[in-house]
């Protein structure tokens, strides 16, 4: 089969779950079939992580792109246009929508087509208002049917496909159910993973903490992440303070290590508002941690799809203590039932078989095809 040059354009370069998404991808369609570069900022992770697996970067994007001068972007602009006239790829992959703008530029001047990931809400709406653009974008990817939704473009164009999880995380899953995970019994401790923000349900779960650490449901919240800046950690943590709960909470900041850090909890909460798809909840399944998740967006999707986790109303402080409280109140029951769904839902979503439907989206690109599917893990 023809080898096919991809140039993939990811402008923040920071390891958030669409450069994962991007990376399993990379790593999947691998040499000799495929020759991938990716153009990106240098510094802030996703870099050091691509040349350790011997992916081509190209660093012709600054970092925080949206906050150059007009002047300044379009030099960068010029300088990535004469990298990609140079590498000549066949396909132009965009990893975040909100870079199509260049990316249609590029795609123009070069006359190649493009493949455009859509894995927020901000970037669904964000494309739906840019019409213009899409007449260069052969496929656009949605990662939930919520995303989808929210995407106005042709439907012909449009395709949806839960994340693919690599064979290993599901294997892990398997041994880590049958080792014994905390009791759930005194010192409960519930933890939060991911981006501290509004959107991902932090204030939230504090308004909730109050509630059980008052009645003795729970005795301590694990903070694991941070802010995007440190101004959002930082009055998150005020906030916390506020409520006289600080000596309840322990802020853990970004850890690489999730395993370690699932340990350390006896429930995982993820109470986002409107979540895309929910990639923290496949970390919980890997590792066997019991969860309550909110039903809304592409996580309540997945959750309902796998009949994978506690359900509580999205945005519903009551709501999520009742179900806490529901889980603690049968923990061994809450804790063989998740990881006996969750095994089956990492199984369900074979990589090899994501893999092929993105090699397809692709293809079709290459020979100036558009692409309508839908992919939701394996039968």
């Given at each position: 089969m023809t080898v096919l040059r991809i140039a993939a354009v990811e402008p923040s370069g920071r390891l958030y779950g669409s450069e994962y998404c991007l990376l399993d991808i990379v790593d999947g369609l691998k040499a000799p079939r495929w020759d991938w570069t990716v153009v990106l900022p240098r510094g802030y992770g996703f870099d050091q992580v691509l040349i350790e697996r011997g992916v081509k970067c190209q660093f012709t994007l600054p970092p925080d792109l949206g906050g150059v001068s007009r002047w300044k972007k379009a030099w960068f602009y010029f300088l990535t246009l004469c990298h990609l006239r140079f590498a000549r790829p066949d396909v132009l992959y965009v990893n975040q929508a909100g870079c199509l703008r260049a990316a249609s530029f590029w795609a123009r001047m070069l006359s190649r087509p493009v493949v455009c990931q859509v894995q927020t809400l901000e970037d669904a709406r964000w494309i739906s208002r840019e019409q213009r653009l899409h007449r260069w974008v052969l496929s656009f990817i949605c990662n939930s049917r919520f995303i989808a939704k929210a995407t106005d473009v042709p439907e012909e164009r449009k395709c949806v496909l839960f994340q693919g999880v690599p064979e290993s995380r599901w294997r892990n899953s398997v041994q880590y159910g049958d080792r014994p995970h905390r009791s759930g019994a005194n010192g409960r401790t519930i933890g939060i993973l991911g981006r501290i923000a509004v959107s991902k349900g932090h204030y939230l779960l504090l308004q909730a903490a109050k509630t059980l650490v008052r009645r003795g449901v729970v005795n301590q919240v694990v903070v694991i992440g941070d802010g995007l800046t440190a101004e959002d950690t930082c009055k998150f943590r005020e906030a916390v303070a506020d409520t006289g709960l600080l000596a309840h909470f322990e802020f853990r900041g970004y850890r690489a290590d999730v395993a370690s850090e699932m340990s350390r909890i006896d429930l995982l909460v993820i109470p986002s508002l409107?979540?895309?798809?929910?990639?923290?909840?496949?970390?919980?399944?890997?590792?066997?941690?019991?969860?309550?998740?909110?039903?809304?967006?592409?996580?309540?999707?997945?959750?309902?799809?796998?009949?994978?986790?506690?359900?509580?109303?999205?945005?519903?402080?009551?709501?999520?203590?009742?179900?806490?409280?529901?889980?603690?109140?049968?923990?061994?029951?809450?804790?063989?039932?998740?990881?006996?769904?969750?095994?089956?839902?990492?199984?369900?979503?074979?990589?090899?078989?994501?893999?092929?439907?993105?090699?397809?989206?692709?293809?079709?690109?290459?020979?100036?095809?558009?692409?309508?599917?839908?992919?939701?893990g394996s039968t």
């Open positions: 409107a979540e895309p798809l929910g990639r923290v909840l496949l970390d919980a399944a890997e590792f066997g941690v019991p969860c309550v998740v909110s039903d809304s967006g592409g996580l309540g999707e997945l959750s309902r799809r796998f009949g994978v986790g506690q359900t509580f109303h999205s945005g519903d402080s009551d709501d999520l203590v009742a179900k806490v409280e529901a889980v603690f109140a049968d923990y061994e029951s809450a804790v063989s039932q998740f990881r006996t769904a969750g095994t089956m839902m990492l199984k369900k979503l074979e990589m090899s078989d994501y893999l092929e439907k993105v090699e397809l989206i692709l293809r079709n690109a290459a020979a100036g095809r558009v692409t309508n599917l839908e992919w939701f």
